[in-house]
């Protein structure tokens, strides 16, 4: 992680007043902002307005890599010492269904986490964090150097921030 | 949602509130909890004394009496993961309907959950006549240059159960980081070390709420099939085999509504003190009992119909195996076993018919006990007494457990609880993110007017 | 080898032979923990190739049948015992107890050295050469009064004995073998004028009705009887004798019996007369001229009172005495089934009913010089009276435990007492040796050189199969040297070296008598290969003797009062109790009641629950002269009011496997002998219920088969009109005929799906088929398959819990026997039945059960993980699971404590803690002739060239062994017979096994 930048913090106690915030600072041309909320609030997401995660993608990849890999294993598995059993084929596909599912579902669950960690990480932002964000307050921080923080500040208070203060 | 609005209209708690009373859970820990603690671990020592007596002199000291050549280490295999079904089910399912009298309690159904598989899996390795190989049914390359046989449902089983238990652990630790990323500023010693590695940097920023919610709605996507999966795998360990008695088309769901079923029990069975020592009764309220009894009652009567239609099969069938089989079940030498199944599945759960027996706790917690001792029989009669009786009459037989596997029964409820008790007094019982969930943030325009 | 906790015996083993540890390592198997005691062959012996094994003629000694041996021989040491095929007694076939020989040869508890009674009672060591100076010291000069017992010996020791104890100026020989035939002999006497027992020709009967004998267990010579018993019942191209049997208790003789018939304990005489009665008055049959001799003894026996003293209907004993004289008939008496008091009369009567019927010289004969018989009980019953009166200077014992095997009361022991020295040359310190000053320990019989003349014209040899295990003497050799330390009279009579010498002096003379010129060598080395030398007996004419002695006719035996009928027979297993120290025999189940390691009374069903007893209760049972604890055992096969307890338990020594097992049933029978100078083996008896209860360690579940068509059955007369072949509901349901298709599409496809690599075909399926109309249910074949697959015995505890490991069980269910339909027994052999869709084998998670390319349902037991699914997938439970470490020395459950681990078979892993076992077709003798076959030259195994262990000693023939895939073979033929059929057919596990059902040859009713 690279060095914490300075910028603007600011913590509000109202969902709609945080909303409103993030939306007028998207108006006044910043994007590199982050918002902090204990939980996952409908509002801020849309205010805030990213495209779905492609975290999808992972769970679809994974699912079918471990259902391909199921039927692989399997049939490779019996074929490289192939052994009569209770006079079924030797490769017999049906009970196989089995091992591919539970292959699916695992590689599809352990991809998911996966492609969690990966995009948490890329899509990572340093800046000051205040652990209330945590527990009841909603933040946004705003990067930016010192010189040209009063503007900020001021939409920030505007839209209704409990407080605002600059972090070096 | 009935009872969301109903809690609205009480003491709705404030987010701080919440934030507050969990991380109280976590307090320093009382005598009692030490006490209880000892209790568990001594058992569970018991149980490893059992085992090691076991494979010093063989499987010959379980009472193992062929034809019975499965006893009580595999009924008490099926019983655990059974139990950890309820915990997905309401985890996932739940989520996936919406049903928001979830968030309180899938917390402790999760653990709950991930410690019974981890119970579960040690039973096939108790099991087995030479649990020093038990590894052999993993698919590794090895000196034997011999793979393992992929048409044998215990190779299913080995799947099914070890992706049972990486998912849902995984599922349960998806939950937990946001909630300890809240406990890091309350928390204080090795704890906070314990919090700040764990919570793995959240912040709970716009980017990771995105990819969260995502990955956990996948997640459960996946754990659903997978729940009604694992229990299925599990009966056709029996239903694949052509002993009468176990070769049913209807053993997959029918165990499946078993499982989930005694889950819920054991859910109950927990929750009740638990919501007691901890004072979540805020949190964890009537409502929520009396919805896990709806779905006790729903799932008991499944599979009360499940018992039903078997001795019908059986009858109809005309198949003088299958009846003699459930004959014997019914008034053979295991009598007794059928008719407590009966009696604790079948009968007892007809009082949740009545709203003040769901509604009341005790009462409820001793129909919970009840039901878990019901499906630990179901699972015995129809391993043991299936195989008592099968085509050969001249090798019928009768088996009767030993101190040995008594023992070794008792230390896996030690182990269960044991890991229980560690979670519950270092890790929120109850979600303090989803808790707050439910209950949307405070509004500018409301706090004006 | 396994640690043989007693180190001498391996060094001096090893040295002697100079056998490797290689060996003793692969009785152990492959548990590899100590194989850095493997020692490599130092200077191999020349007749030694390690791993190929060596086969020694000889004969088996286990009971007085005699029959002809082949003892295996691996690395210098004996590990299995098969019938000699020459061998006209048994003709290649041994019973349970021949197999179990080798258990007598191994046994840990023989007695290792000459033994010498200390002041305070108890054994110690003492030096041979002091022990025979103690003797001569004894015998000294002039006529001590000697006594020499031995048990039934016909050959070259038998005049040792003789002639030894005519040296030292005494005749007091006696020959106790408790089960003689004294009742046979006196009947022979009284009304044929003959002193001899004759000889049934069963084979050449085709109606054979037998009061009260076992011929097919201990009786005479049973594996000879069970072959020619298969001869004349088993089912030859449509046609089979029928057999009916005389008995109050259904025996396993009885139980391949087509008819059962229970008169009243003690008036089975009244029937035999009754019979002749009717064979005369309607003149049935071809009686001879003078049979006339007996109308007027027989006016009295008319059938109305007969059928009113034995309980039977007067139509049964006319149709009986029809069907007699219908077809070369045989009647037999003089088991100990029927031997009460007036068991004379009853061998009497059935002469007569022979003679009436013209059996005489047909199917009874008399060989024209009979063996010496043996001594009657009542010659004991003097010897034990002129003891305890002190005339008795010396006492010595040979091959026989009279303390045992004579009634407590008569107190031979206590007599034995004021003997002033007493030799026992016994092997085990049995009852009779642990009464005696000096034990002179006999070498086993499979360690001496002798000789043994089972009937006339037999004269079959001994030979060392291997170096002595212990510091034994061979008793002729003793003898010998007892004599010429002696000296004067006694060592002149004998100018040998050794008994070897006297031996051979003997068959010189024999070869005189025989008339063979060849020279000595030769005809000594042609006998030593072929077992003996085999002469046809010459058959002496008999006549009614001018002076009919028939006056004890109407003798009979009746309960006293308010008692119970009790019948003390000797036990399949345990004979007179010689075998009760084999943990084979011990834990093979008794065929007819499933019950291993103890004693029981058989009560009936509704006797029992007249005394309101359940199986396992034990009760008390009281005669005149003693009394048992004994749990109960129900049994259809015993008539109400009857109880039956099987002889051979209840030591009081005789090692670890025999001591405090069970009770003696003889301390309940009458000192004093019978009428014929014999044990009387019937008693009045009254029971108590002590309310004691005990789980008898049987191995038998349900003993119904609940009609699922496990072991089936068709009557003769069903089979002449091919109404027979109606599928059992259960075997192949019917299906519509457009299913029927589909099914056999699909298993086509199955089948072509599984012809891949190694599995394209061309290989042997090996396949079995068991006749179930010849099998008799004797269990040798389970004796067998423990000896040649080093099964594990258990003991009762884990028979209790159904853990007994033998690989093959004979399935005993009956049939009727409840609300007065008659009782049937069937007996069904159950082994592997290595299906070709074999339900244990997919389940395996470790493919520890497979299928290999030759049809075989391989268990590999190194690869088991031991989940035990396989044995749930069984349908017919014939997997077993090793659930204790039976394989290693220092495990308290160790199946053979040294030396018993001698006899394991080389060629067999011996199998570790938690895995499964089973059958396996005897894939080591499989294999053994490939790989002959492959070094002759040849492309395939010739049919009948494998033969397994159980198939090699079934006495009646009922296995057959081979190739399913050559048609030509005689188990495909087997197999296409209208009478085969699979068990379970329903399950479609197409299994190798192939059943004959059993035929049943029913009175024309």
């Known amino acids: 992680m690279s060095a914490q930048p300075s910028g603007i913090l600011a913590s509000f106690r109202f969902v709609d007043a945080a909303a409103d915030a993030v939306r007028r600072l998207k108006d006044e041309g910043y994007r590199d902002f982050t918002v902090y909320t204990p939980v996952p609030n409908v509002e801020i997401a849309r205010a805030v307005g990213h495209r779905a995660s492609p975290v999808r993608l992972w769970t679809l990849i994974g699912g079918l890599t471990g259902c391909a890999s199921g039927f692989a294993l399997t049939l490779w598995m019996s074929y490289d010492w192939p052994i009569i059993v209770g006079g079924k084929p030797i490769g017999s596909v049906i009970p196989y269904v089995v091992i591919a599912f539970e292959l699916t579902i695992l590689f599809g669950a352990s991809a998911t986490i996966l492609g969690l960690l990966y995009h948490s990480w890329k899509t990572r932002q340093a800046g000051a964090y205040d652990n209330r964000f945590a527990d009841d307050h909603i933040g946004i921080f705003v990067p930016c150097p010192p010189e040209r923080r009063e503007p900020v500040q001021a939409l920030l208070q505007d839209a209704g921030a409990e407080e605002v203060q600059f972090a070096a | 949602m009935a009872t969301i609005v109903r809690q609205d209209q009480i003491t709705r708690p404030t987010y701080h509130e919440i934030t507050r009373d969990i991380a109280a859970t976590l307090g320093s820990p009382s005598r009692t909890y030490y006490v209880l603690l000892g209790i568990v671990v001594a058992v569970f020592a018991v149980g490893v004394g059992a085992l090691l007596y076991q494979v010093r002199f063989g499987l010959g000291v379980a009472g193992y009496t062929p034809p019975v050549m499965w006893g009580v280490y595999i009924t008490t295999f099926v019983f655990w993961v059974g139990i950890a079904h309820s915990g997905t089910l309401i985890s996932a399912i739940l989520y996936l309907f919406r049903s928001a009298w979830r968030t309180a309690v899938y917390r402790t159904a999760e653990a709950m959950t991930v410690f019974a598989v981890m119970t579960a899996g040690l039973f096939p390795v108790i099991h087995v006549g030479r649990l020093w190989y038990a590894y052999w049914l993993f698919p590794y390359p090895n000196q034997r240059q011999l793979w393992v046989n992929f048409k044998s449902p215990l190779l299913w089983d080995v799947f099914a159960v070890s992706t049972y238990f990486t998912v849902s652990t995984l599922f349960l630790i998806v939950g937990l980081v946001p909630d300890i990323a809240a406990l890091r500023s309350t928390a204080t010693g090795w704890r906070k070390k314990l919090y700040e590695i764990t919570s793995l940097g959240w912040r709970g920023t716009d980017q990771q709420w995105r990819h969260y919610t995502r990955a956990y709605l996948y997640l459960a996507a996946l754990a659903t099939p997978l729940v009604l999966s694992v229990h299925s795998v599990v009966s056709w360990d029996f239903a694949m085999s052509i002993v009468p008695g176990w070769h049913a088309t209807i053993f997959a769901p029918y165990f499946v509504a078993g499982a989930i079923y005694s889950g819920v029990a054991m859910v109950v069975t927990l929750l009740v003190p638990l919501r007691k020592v901890f004072k979540v009764e805020r949190y964890i309220t009537v409502e929520h009992f009396e919805n896990l009894s709806k779905l006790l009652l729903l799932t008991g009567m499944i599979v009360a119909y499940a018992y039903a239609v078997e001795y019908f099969i059986a009858w109809y069938s005309g198949n003088p195996f299958e009846q003699q089989s459930f004959w014997n079940r019914a008034f053979g030498d295991y009598w007794w076993a059928t008719w407590t199944m009966i009696l604790c599945n079948g009968a007892l759960p007809l009082f949740l018919f009545f709203r003040k027996v769901r509604r009341s706790i005790p009462a409820l917690f001793v129909l919970s006990l009840f039901v878990n001792l019901g499906m630990w029989f179901e699972r015995f009669v129809i391993i043991v007494v299936s195989l008592s009786h099968e085509y050969e009459p001249y090798a019928f037989g009768h088996y009767t457990p030993t101190w040995v596997e008594w023992s070794i029964l008792a230390g896996s409820f030690g182990w269960f609880f044991m890991w229980f008790l560690l979670f519950a007094k270092n890790f929120p019982t109850v979600s303090i993110t989803e808790v707050k969930e439910i209950i949307p943030l405070p509004r500018k325009e409301r706090a004006r007017t | 080898m396994a640690e043989s906790p007693n180190g001498m015996n391996r060094r001096r083993f090893l040295t002697v032979l100079g056998v490797t540890g290689g060996g003793t390592a692969a009785l152990t198997g492959c548990s590899s923990d100590e194989v850095e005691k493997l020692i490599p062959y130092l200077v191999p012996p020349d007749n030694q190739i390690p791993g190929i094994a060596t086969w020694y003629a000889s004969t088996c000694r286990e009971c007085p049948a005699g029959c002809g041996l082949h003892v295996r021989v691996r690395e210098g040491r004996a590990v299995k015992v098969e019938g000699n095929p020459n061998h006209p007694v048994n003709a290649g076939r041994l019973c349970a107890r021949g197999q179990a020989s080798l258990q007598g040869l191994y046994n840990p508890d023989r007695v ?83 002193d001899a027992v004759p000889q049934y020709d069963l084979a050449a009967s085709r109606y054979i009705l037998s009061f009260g004998v076992d011929f097919l267990e201990t009786w005479g010579s049973p594996v000879h009887q069970a072959r020619a018993f298969a001869a004349a019942h088993g089912l030859h191209d449509g046609h089979m004798g029928r057999y009916v049997h005389v008995e109050p208790r259904m025996s396993l003789t009885g139980m391949s019996a087509d008819e059962w018939v229970a008169p009243v304990p003690g008036s089975e005489a009244q029937l035999a007369l009754a019979m002749a009665h009717v064979v005369l008055r309607d003149g049935l049959g071809t009686p001879p001229a003078d049979a006339g001799r007996f109308s007027r003894l027989l006016e009295r026996a008319d059938p109305a009172s007969a059928a009113e003293r034995t309980g039977l209907s007067v139509e049964t004993v006319e149709r009986l005495a029809r069907e007699f004289t219908t077809a070369p008939s045989v009647a037999l008496a003089g088991g100990l089934g029927a031997q009460h008091d007036a068991a004379h009369a009853t061998a009497s009567a059935v002469a007569i009913l022979n003679y009436v019927a013209g059996n005489v010289g047909r199917t009874v004969l008399f060989d024209d010089e009979s063996p010496r018989p043996a001594s009657a009980y009542e010659d004991v019953v003097r010897l034990t009276e002129a003891m305890r009166s002190g005339e008795i200077g010396a006492l010595f014992v040979h091959g026989a435990n009279p303390v045992h095997t004579t009634p407590g009361t008569l107190g031979f022991a206590d007599a034995m007492a004021s003997v002033p020295l007493k030799v026992s040359f016994a092997r085990f310190l049995d009852e009779t040796a642990a009464a005696c000053d000096l034990v002179l320990p006999d070498h086993d019989p499979l360690e001496q050189w002798n000789d043994y003349v089972p009937r006339s014209g037999t004269h079959a040899l001994q030979q060392p199969v291997m170096r002595p295990v212990f510091d034994t003497r061979q008793t002729g050799d003793v003898l010998l040297q007892v004599a010429a330390r002696a000296g004067g009279a006694a060592a002149s009579a004998f100018e040998v070296a050794d008994y070897k010498a006297y031996l051979e002096a003997a068959w010189r003379e024999l070869q005189r008598r025989l008339g063979d010129r060849r020279p000595f060598e030769q005809f000594w080395m042609d006998a030593l290969q072929a077992g003996g030398v085999y002469r046809d007996p010459a058959v002496r004419a008999v006549s009614l003797p001018a002076e009919l002695v028939t006056d004890d006719l109407a003798d009979s035996w009746t309960v006293a009062g308010e008692g119970l009928a009790l019948i003390a027979y000797p036990s399949p297993a345990l004979y007179d109790g010689r075998g009760a120290n084999r943990p084979w025999l011990q834990e093979l189940p008794d065929p007819v009641t499933k019950v ?207 853990r007994e490991m033998s690989w093959m069980r004979i399935e005993r ?135 397994t262990a159980c198939q090699q000693t079934c006495p009646s023939e009922a296995i057959v062994f081979g190739d399913l895939n050559d048609p030509g073979s005689r188990v495909s033929r087997a197999a296409a017979d209208g009478r085969g059929y699979h068990v379970l057919e329903g399950l479609n596990t197409r299994p190798a096994v192939t059943y004959l059902k059993k035929v049943r040859n029913l009175a024309e009713a």
């Not at chain 3, 039934?152 to 106790?176: C, H």
């Not at chain 3, 291993?596 to 058989?602: D, G, I, K, P």
């Not at chain 3, 100078?677 to 049987?698: C, Q, W």
């Not at chain 3, 599409?745 to 394209?760: C, F, K, P």
């Open chain 3, 813 to 947: 269910y009956f049939e009727g026997g409840e609300h007065g339909e008659p009782l049937e027994t069937r007996v069904l052999p159950m082994l592997c039945q290595h299906c070709s869709s074999a339900p244990c084998e997919p389940v395996c998670p470790v493919f520890a059960a497979y299928h290999t390319p030759d049809g075989l349902n391989g268990q590999i037991y190194n690869r088991c993980v031991g989940t035990r699914y396989c044995s749930n997938n069984c349908p017919y439970k014939v997997r077993y699971f090793n659930y204790f470490d039976y394989q290693h020395p220092a495990d308290p459950s160790f199946a053979w404590p040294d030396p018993l681990h001698w006899l394991l078979n080389p060629d067999v892993t011996v199998r570790a803690k938690g895995v499964m076992e089973k059958c396996t077709f005897c894939v080591q003798r499989i294999r053994e002739a490939q790989h002959t076959a492959t070094l002759e030259g040849r492309e395939r195994v010739a049919d009948g060239e494998i033969r």
């Open chain 3, 112 to 194: 290792r050295g000459p033994l010498q009674r200390t002041a305070d009672g108890s054994f110690e060591p003492i030096a041979w050469d002091d022990a025979i100076a103690r003797i001569t010291d004894t015998l000294g000069p002039g006529d001590p009064n000697i006594r020499f017992v031995t048990g039934y010996e016909s050959g070259t020791f038998d005049r040792l004995v003789d002639g030894w104890l005519a040296a030292f100026g005494s005749t007091g020989r006696l020959v106790v073998e408790p089960l003689a035939h004294e009742a046979v002999r006196h009947a022979s006497r009284a009304v044929l004028g003959i």
């Open chain 3, 596 to 802: 291993t390691w103890s004693s029981w009374v058989e009560l009936h069903p509704e006797t029992a629950t007249e005394h309101g007893i359940a199986e396992g209760d034990v009760v008390e049972l009281h005669s005149a002269y003693g009394s048992i604890r004994v749990p109960a055992y129900l049994y259809p096969g015993v008539r109400p009011g009857t109880l039956a307890v099987p002889m051979g338990q209840g030591h009081t020594g005789f090692g670890r496997y025999a001591e405090g097992r069970g009770a003696n049933v003889l301390a309940l029978l009458s000192p004093q002998p019978t009428a014929f100078g014999a044990i009387g083996t019937y008693v009045s008896v009254t029971l108590r219920v002590t309310g004691e209860h005990v789980f008898l360690p049987k191995t038998e579940g349900k003993p119904r088969q609940m009609d699922r068509g496990i072991a089936q059955a068709v009557t003769l007369a069903e089979l002449e009109h091919g109404g027979h072949d109606d599928h059992h509901a259960l075997h192949a349901a019917p299906v519509p005929e457009h299913i029927e298709e589909i099914l056999d599409h699909w298993q086509e496809q199955q089948d072509d799906a599984t012809r891949y690599g190694n599995y394209e075909g061309e290989h042997p399926r090996w396949a079995m088929a068991i006749d179930l109309s010849r099998c008799t249910g004797c269990s040798a074949c389970v004796a067998a398959c423990y000896a040649e697959n080093n099964i594990p015995t258990v003991g009762a505890e884990q028979v209790r819990r159904g």
